[in-house]
């Protein structure tokens, strides 16, 4: 057996984080009732109407296995008129249920975890040794990693990156919400005072997820993500928690290696869609979507910085 964390037992699946969502982005929630759990759908409005469970992070589906009614949620998506339901990850038992009530199996992803262990020694000497010279690079550069609820420099990196990346950002409310509702964990990495990298986990039963990482590209090389995410296991391993999850990534981006170096354990993630007016989901590596990223990129800090927050809920 695999050693990682299920999907089931992800903080999106804890109903602080639908409610996190649902009152910072004023999106619907439409509940179904299952055999043992609930599964919540949120309602988004824009670029075409979806109910997505969950948006905003890689899992979905309900907390516990069981039987779940489709003939509410057909019936729902009809009442709203939207192009397609999406779920995500929802495990091998609902799969079943999902292409058996007319949904299709969409992209699929490679998504990774990392095993603790209870011992601080064994795990430094379960890392591949290009990672361990890579923790020495960064802490001989001077780097140091600090655990901190600094929101604004949490934001700043955050923002940064996600430009640099061509996505929009999230609001800073989201943040400090989930982060009091969901009690989750900043690390930042410094060097002379000065944060230049930070990662967001958010924990859940013996686990933790890592939901977002982000850093000054003038200090990449520095080796400052390996750093956090080291100290973080180690924190883990203190605290009790068993394992780490990295969520998604596709092969052909820079994630996937970072997270492929790190991880004990890596499995297939499939996303389940069933449409009403969409025939397909788009590409996200088409030619469209590449150049609405570079456009994003390129444009005026001052414009993404205004319109990330008030753009973001359109993109789950």
């Known amino acids: 057996m695999p050693a990682r964390l299920e999907a089931k037992n992800s903080p999106f699946h804890n109903p602080k984080w639908v409610e996190s969502v649902k009152k910072i982005y004023s999106l619907r ?14 309602l988004i ?16 589906g309900p907390e516990k296995d069981g039987v779940m009614d489709f003939e509410y949620l057909d019936g729902e998506a009809k009442d709203l008129k939207v192009d397609y339901i999406e779920v995500r990850d929802p495990g091998k038992e609902l799969e079943k249920q999902l292409l058996e009530n007319g949904f299709s199996a969409g992209k699929e992803y490679d998504c990774f975890s990392i095993k603790l262990g209870k011992d601080k020694e064994w795990f430094w000497e ?3 040794k290009k990672v361990r010279n890579s ?15 600094d929101l604004d420099a949490f934001y700043r990196i955050y923002r940064k990156t996600m430009k640099r ?9 989201l943040f400090r919400e989930i ?17 230049v990298a930070v990662s967001l986990f958010l924990p859940s039963g013996r686990g933790l997820y890592y939901w977002v990482n982000a850093s000054e590209r003038s200090y990449m090389h520095l080796n400052p993500n ?11 391993i ?20 970072f997270k492929k170096k790190w991880a004990t354990d890596e499995r297939r993630m499939g996303y389940f869609f069933k449409f009403y007016k969409k025939t397909s989901m788009p590409d996200e590596v088409s030619k469209k979507y590449t150049a609405l990223r570079s456009i994003w990129t390129l444009s005026p800090a001052f414009m993404t910085n205004f319109l990330g927050p008030r753009i973001r809920k359109y993109f789950p």
């Open 29 to 42: 929630v439409v509940t179904v009732k299952g055999e043992h759990s609930p599964t919540s759908f949120l």
């Open 45 to 60: 409005e824009r670029f075409g109407k979806k109910l997505v469970s969950l948006p905003y992070c890689d899992y979905g």
């Open 126 to 128: 379960s890392l591949d």
């Open 135 to 149: 923790i020495r690079k960064a802490e001989k550069e001077g780097l140091k990693v600090v655990q901190s609820f």
């Open 165 to 173: 990346h061509g996505t929009p950002h999230h609001p800073k409310k």
């Open 179 to 195: 982060l009091q509702k969901c009690r989750g964990k900043i690390f930042f990495a410094e060097i002379e005072g000065k944060k």
């Open 226 to 236: 390996d750093l956090i995410m080291h100290e973080a296991c180690l924190w883990g």
């Open 238 to 257: 203190e605290n009790g928690f068993e394992s780490i999850e990295l969520g998604r990534s596709m092969s052909d981006r820079g994630t996937y290696l």
